[in-house]
């Protein structure tokens, strides 16, 4: 029998030594620290499993009641709770081909989509034909039905708040070319889904995300702007037919079914997501996403005041640039030593800063202190 006193305090040890988001290290990551209402709901219900809503109905009626909350921002609450951005993706492209008919086995996209895009198409066996575009730029609704014709795909795919610059695709126009074309239309809102209605809202950015008529299905992550506990996040359709195309026969089960990719999993995240959303509430997150922009934009002001940086101005709360004087592999290995964990926008040759729920201003302060301090030793300052 081991010594549980050592493993305690070898636990203790590990987890001194891992960098805490409250610290303000963490700025390139899209994860944050999760509310302590979803930490203590997650220890309760450790033992649920999400897979067997016979057993523990508390599963089924807590994500009937999350959908119904988060769906109000966006007009649908059908849809299923998964473990992140990448089931859900991966989750609607196979309905997309389950539900398509007389379509190639192609799903078209801008160069822009998240990798869980091309997972998803390598693990089914479909060709992704990405649009070159400007990763600063939402995709061009004539470029992408220009696509759209020439490839006659089962699935297109916009992203609501892009990895590498959380630049918003237009879903408004991106829904009336799958209108138009009869294909099945996927928003990637994993990053911007707790952002864009409420900065749309106030104005601050054009683009609005909710189910236009030809939008089939929208992913937002709860783990990311959500603050759930990992691994949290929805996956919404537009009817209730698709729910089903999301489950498969599993007899053993007293269900006699399982929906998603995962078989056994963790109700306790589910139930955490669920008492985090109640504890926030849409008006919290609505406030949240204002401070988080704010916090990006003063970011963006101080970094254009320095002349040895480029930097691009942010449409949701994603600061990117680069440095005069160093690549930006460097600049962000450099930054690393310094204590610093960026993380890099390569398809802009860029550093990247999520400006997530935990960071404050005097993170950012600390950021560029620290990016003053490796540009002062080579000259700059
Ligand atoms: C736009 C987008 N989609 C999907 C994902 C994948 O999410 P997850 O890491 O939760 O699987 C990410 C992750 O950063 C993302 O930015």
């Not at 987890?15 to 309760?44: C, D, N």
């Not at 054009?206 to 603050?227: A, M």
């Not at 359709?237 to 729910?243: A, H, L, P």
């Not at 460097?330 to 926008?345: C, P, Q, R, T």
Request: net charge negative.
């Amino acid at each position: 029998m081991e010594n549980l006193d050592e493993i305690v305090s070898q636990l203790k040890e590990w987890y001194s030594r891992t960098p805490k988001h409250f610290e303000g290290a963490i700025l390139g990551s899209m994860t944050t620290w999760p509310h302590p209402i979803g930490v203590y709901a997650y220890q309760l219900f450790i033992h649920v499993n999400g897979n067997d809503p016979v057993v523990f109905p508390i599963v089924q009626e807590l994500e009937k009641e999350l959908l119904a909350t988060v769906g109000s921002l966006y007009g649908s609450r059908y849809g299923l709770f998964t473990s992140g951005g990448t089931e859900s993706n991966i989750l609607a492209l196979f309905v997309a081909k389950r539900v398509s008919r007389g379509k190639s086995d192609v799903v078209v996209a801008p160069s822009t989509v998240h990798a869980s895009i091309d997972k998803a198409c390598l693990l089914m066996g479909s060709r992704l034909v990405k649009i070159p575009v400007n990763p600063l730029s939402p995709v061009d609704p004539d470029i992408l039905e220009k696509y759209v014709r020439d490839y006659n795909p089962f699935a297109v795919v916009v992203t609501a708040g892009t990895t590498e610059s959380g630049v918003v695709d237009r879903v408004k126009e991106a829904s009336e070319v799958a209108l138009k074309h009869d294909v099945y239309l996927h928003v990637d809102a994993a990053f911007g889904g707790l952002l864009i209605p409420f900065l749309h809202k106030h104005g601050i950015i054009d683009s609005d995300l909710s189910f236009y008529p030809g939008v089939s299905s929208i992913s937002v992550d709860l783990h990311k702007n959500g603050r759930a506990p990992i691994p949290s996040s929805l996956l919404f359709f537009r009817d209730e037919t698709y729910v089903g195309k999301a489950c498969f026969e599993m007899n053993y089960l007293p269900s006699g079914m399982n929906c998603g990719l995962l078989g056994t999993r963790p109700g306790a995240s589910l139930v955490a997501s669920w008492a985090v959303v109640k504890a926030i509430g849409l008006e919290g997150y609505e406030k949240q996403a204002l401070l988080q922009q704010d916090t990006a934009l003063y970011l963006f002001k101080e970094l254009d005041s320095r002349e040895f940086v480029e930097v691009f101005k942010p449409v949701l709360p994603i600061v990117v640039w680069k440095s005069k004087l160093y690549d930006y592999v460097e600049m962000v290995k450099k930054l690393f030593e310094e204590g610093i964990f960026l993380y890099k926008s390569p398809s802009l040759q860029a550093a990247r800063a999520v400006i997530m729920p935990h960071v404050t201003k005097a993170h950012v302060d600390a950021l560029l202190k620290a990016l003053d301090k490796i540009h002062a030793r080579s000259g700059f300052d």
